[in-house]
């Protein structure tokens, strides 16, 4: 006999223009809501099972999760969609888990999250609006259906990681790694110059401003070979570290927004088709 359960992350960091029209469906049993009782503005996950422990039915990888684990995922892929639609602070630390009996919510698996998203102070006091809701509906769709393995789904898992970690260093290459998944060239020949190439034409139809942003891109890259390679920066570096780290999160944001609102570009960057299409992209400008 199956249980119904309901996975509650209640929010932290939330700063909100003008009215949201909640209770708002995400996707079918999740929904952004003023829910339930003593907990702040949440988002709420409900789904069936024998139990927490059963096995995730849907799971095809290597090793079984659990439907717990499965709804922890799906709370952090909301989070994540959230923060491409409109980065702010929102974020959770806690998921309380309910078992409901007859209408009555049992407390039945409390879990902190050992990171939770950490906003770059240049967005940290952004406000979301109800447009900002509706455009992370259609982002988790699409993280939510993306095949593992794939670049869209490394480029995604590493972003999350970045954006969990305070550490510059850290959160700076785990970008980077995002940015060489969805555009690095297999062949890894010349990759800082295809790699920029690739970045700016898939992201700027003008251009003079696809020539500013290769060189800035360029730049960025050369500050994570100097990373990778062990340099350690001066206190004059300080000042422009923030800059190029801004920058990067928006790189990917960007990348990853525009790929997952198109499905004609989802299933080009989750398949071999790939490579094909960021070579053909220098000849079509």
């Keep these: 006999m199956l249980t119904q359960y309901c996975s509650v992350a209640p929010l932290q960091g939330l700063n909100v223009t003008g009215h949201l029209n909640l209770p708002y469906k995400l996707a079918n049993d999740i929904t952004f809501e003023y829910k339930p009782d003593s907990f702040n503005d949440s988002v709420l996950y409900k789904f069936q099972a024998k139990n927490l422990k059963e096995n995730d039915p849907d799971w095809n990888g290597k090793n079984p999760r659990s439907v717990l684990d499965r709804a922890h995922e799906i709370l952090q892929l909301i989070n994540l969609s959230v923060w491409l639609a409109f980065p702010c602070s929102i974020n959770y630390s806690i998921i309380v888990t309910f078992k409901i009996l007859k209408n009555t919510w049992n407390w039945e698996n409390l879990s902190s999250l050992p990171n939770s998203l950490y906003a770059h102070k240049k967005y940290a006091r ?21 095949p593992r393995p794939s670049a869209i789904w490394v480029a995604g898992y590493s972003l999350w990681t970045s954006l969990t970690e305070r550490t510059f260093e850290v959160r700076y290459l785990f970008l980077w790694i995002a940015l060489e998944a969805l555009f690095g060239p297999e062949d890894h020949r010349e990759i800082t110059f295809r790699l920029s190439q690739r970045i700016a034409f898939f992201l700027k139809n003008d251009k003079d401003k696809t020539f500013n942003i ?5 730049n960025g890259y050369k500050w994570r070979s100097k990373l990778v390679h062990g340099m350690k920066f001066s206190k004059s570096d300080n000042s422009k570290l923030d800059e190029i780290l801004f920058f990067s ?23 071999r088709k790939r490579e094909e299409y960021l070579d053909s992209l220098i000849f079509s400008k």
């Excluded at 952004?126 to 993306?146: F, P, S, T, Y």
């Design 126 to 146: 952004n406000r979301l609006r109800q447009e900002n809701i509706e455009r992370a509906k259609i982002l988790l769709n699409g993280l939510m259906h993306i």
């Design 214 to 218: 290769y060189e800035e891109i360029k």
């Design 249 to 271: 999160e928006n790189l990917v944001r960007q990348s990853l927004v525009h790929i997952l609102m198109n499905q004609k570009l989802i299933n080009i960057f989750a398949s």
